[in-house]
């Protein structure tokens, strides 16, 4: 659990740096903007790998169940990950309606993607991943809000975009129904 919680830790702090603006400042006049970028995608993909061996470990020796969700939040949580997947498809450059109505897709996409996975497992270890996540993001909304950055403007009518986020989100969401069970080792349907 200990190495789960370095990697939330040195993770959400890599994100958090980008919400502390002045500091963020700071550090790019100091190293460079290459460096920064380049330190920053180091300590991300660090915490990144650290979650994905602490929460791997803890699954298979520290296993703590807290509660036994209803089945179903299992359902619930099918659904729900639909809407991350094209929520975090409608976050790219391209502007659309969908990515107008969210602000901010991706923020969007985590928070529905943590609550999702909150719903539907019970155990310490996921309370701990998700529900931090979640927090974060909920955080990182409060922050971009804060300083004024009112995200994708809203525009009338779908476009292109939204067809490509709808499409590419069902997609990228059918493919991780089939692959959860191999990448995480907790199948998805027919459990």
């Known amino acids: ?75 619930v949580t099918i659904l729900l990950m639909w809407f991350a997947f094209v929520a975090l498809a409608a976050s790219g450059r391209k502007p659309g309606r969908i990515r107008g109505w969210l602000r901010h897709p991706m923020l969007v996409a985590v ?19 998700f529900g931090s996540l979640l927090a974060w993001a909920v955080y990182d909304r409060i922050a971009v809000k804060r300083r004024g950055d009112l995200g994708a403007p809203r525009i009338p009518g779908f476009t292109r975009a939204d067809a490509i986020a709808v499409g590419g989100g069902t997609i990228a969401y059918a493919a991780m129904i089939f692959l959860h069970p191999v990448l995480i080792g907790v199948p998805v349907i027919g459990a």
């Not at 958090?16 to 100091?30: S, V, W, Y």
């Not at 300590?43 to 169940?65: D, H, K, M, N, T």
């Not at 928070?111 to 701990?128: C, F, P, Q, R, T």
Request: charged share 15%; glycine share 12%.
């Open 111 to 129: 928070k529905i993607w943590a609550l999702a996975h909150l719903l539907a497992n019970g155990d310490l270890g996921g309370m701990v991943l």
């Open 1 to 75: 659990m200990l190495i789960l919680i370095l990697g939330i830790v040195v993770f959400l702090g890599t994100h958090t740096l980008t919400t502390l603006r002045e500091t963020r400042a700071g550090l790019i006049r100091r190293v460079g903007p290459g460096p920064f970028k380049g330190l920053y995608s180091v300590a991300a993909l660090a915490g990144f790998i650290l979650i994905c061996v602490g929460f791997s470990r803890y699954r298979a020796e520290g296993w703590v169940q807290l509660w036994t969700p209803p089945h179903a939040a299992r359902h």
